[in-house]
């Protein structure tokens, strides 16, 4: 099973800064099928990035996602308020899927 | 409106069982693999267990394998999960969560139901 490990395990911004969230696998993630989800208080997890870096339907472009291999980073850009939340990387491509612990991102 | 709604909480004794329903609408259900995801209180997500649009494959994480079964009934356009042998740690916000692309084999969740509460406790 493959392992991902996120850090840092709680991020502190302001509205307005970069946010750079990462996530690291024990083993090469296949054909980079590796996802990003945002879930907050109360709801279901919402898929924000899938195959690393393509954006889901609806997602602001400030989302980014980049990596491959064992290594992937979600970025984004300019925080909005909405956007304080824990996120998730999850890997697809090796049975079984598997999710990372999770970043809270936070107000600083 | 593409959803997917999930049947009510419940509350459930160790060694106990219980079948979690989630429907679907607004989409072509048949054409779509499903899965089953939970969250424990206070901690992150965990992948539980998948069936394919076909029905001909379904596989399970190693903590629910043997106790667990999911099924569907495309007629119905509903997902199942039958959990058997409830411990203590099952407790959970239990997810079903669709795959992002029909007839996919790997891929992302897009749309996921609201959540069932279990708790397993006497």
């Known amino acids: 099973e493959i392992v991902l490990t996120q850090s840092p395990g709680t991020l502190s911004l302001s509205p307005g800064e970069r946010a750079t969230l990462s996530c690291r696998a024990s083993?090469?993630?296949?054909?980079?099928?590796l996802a990003w989800y945002q879930q907050k208080p109360g709801q279901a997890p919402r898929l924000l990035i899938y195959a690393a870096s393509s954006r889901a339907t609806g997602i602001p472009d400030r989302f980014s996602g980049s990596g491959s291999g064992t290594d992937f980073t979600l970025t984004i850009s300019r925080l909005e308020p909405e956007d304080f939340a824990v996120y998730y990387c999850q890997q697809y491509g090796n049975a079984p899927n598997s999710f990372g612990q999770g970043t809270k991102l936070e107000i600083k | 409106e593409v959803q997917l709604v999930q049947s009510g909480g419940v509350v459930v004794q160790p060694g106990g069982s219980l079948r979690l329903s989630c429907e679907a609408s607004g989409f072509t259900f048949d054409d779509y693999t499903m899965h089953w995801v939970r969250q424990a209180p206070g901690k992150g997500l965990e992948w539980v267990s998948l069936i394919n649009w076909d029905v001909i494959n379904t596989y399970y994480a190693d903590s629910v394998k043997g106790r667990f079964t999911i099924s569907r009934d495309n007629s119905k356009n509903s997902l199942y999960l039958q959990m058997n042998s409830l411990r203590t740690e099952d407790t959970a916000l239990y997810y079903c969560?669709?795959?992002?692309?029909?007839?996919?084999?790997?891929?992302?969740?897009?749309?996921w139901g609201q959540g069932t509460m279990v708790t397993v406790s006497s």
């Open positions: 969560a669709r795959h992002k692309s029909p007839y996919s084999g790997d891929d992302a969740f897009d749309i």
């Open positions: 083993q090469s993630v296949s054909s980079s099928f």
